[in-house]
Each structure stands twice: as C-alpha cells, then as structure tokens.
C-alpha cells in the first residue's frame, strides 16, 4: 500500500520542480557563482559594455499569485540564474504570460454489481494560476555604475 502513495509523492515533487524550473544557454564563459543580491537588472545596455555569458529563461512558479508577486518572482529567478553563473548583471529581454490555465470539469458514473446500483458525480477546480515567463542575457559588467544612477 505505500508504494502507490510514494509513486504520487514523487510525481507531485517532479511536478513542482518543473513548474518553477529555470534555464539556461551558455553564449561566453562563466565565472565562479556570486550572492544573487549582487546581480543588476539592466533594462538597456549598461554604460560602458558588457561580456555576455548566457541567455536565461525563467518563470515565476506554478503557485505565485498576483501580478506583483509573479513579477518579482522572475527578476528573482533571473538573479538566481545569473549568480549562478558568476553574472553580476541581467539585461532584461522581455516577460510575457504563460497559458490560461483555468478549468472546471464534470463528471459522473453509474455502476451495477450484484443487483445494487450505485451513481456518483465529482466536480473538480483547477486553481494554479497563469504563470509569467521572463527572458534575458547574463551579463558580466566590468565598472557597474553605482546603484542609485538611472
């Protein structure tokens, strides 16, 4: 009786694993890991040129509600990835939204065994909201201007 049940825990763990999975595309050479606080968002190319390191994909995560919080959650997965890879600097490509992925199902059943009847109906919800994507460039700037500068 308890493998069914680890099967499920397992797929249930690869499952949100993948929905908040990030990735990556080695474009330059990277460089040993940095604290994700250190990497900038860059919305135009930074002052002074870059070395670019890779191009990042990620998303805001199968349970983030919010368009605030979806919102800071790619510019976090997009520092993580970045750090990741020794970049102190992401230069923003664009965001956009996942599918819709709202739904409600019906269904019921009738059955018969040995001169009974039974007959069921089940309604489910599907609550996870619509995730949003992020995509970027991984970016090493060599005289970041400080962070206060537009």
């Known amino acids: 009786m308890a493998r069914p049940f680890a099967f499920l825990l397992a797929c249930a763990a690869l499952s949100l694993l993948a929905a908040c999975a990030s990735s990556h595309v080695l474009t330059g050479t990277p460089r040993p890991p940095i604290d994700p606080a250190q990497v900038r968002i860059y919305y135009g190319p930074p002052p002074g040129g870059y070395e670019e390191i890779a191009r990042l994909d990620v998303g805001s995560g199968a349970f983030t509600y919010g368009a605030q919080n979806k919102s800071n959650a790619v510019l976090r997965n997009l520092r993580k990835e970045a750090a990741s890879l020794g970049a102190n600097g992401v230069l923003l490509q664009g965001t956009g939204q996942g599918p819709d992925n709202s739904a409600v199902s019906v269904g019921g059943g009738v059955g018969r065994f040995g001169g009974r009847s039974a ?4 309604v489910g919800v599907n609550i996870s909201p619509t ?3 992020a995509s970027g460039i991984a970016v090493w700037v060599e005289n970041p201007p400080p962070p206060d500068a537009p």
């Open 119 to 122: 007959s069921s109906v089940g």
């Open 131 to 133: 995730q949003t994507y």
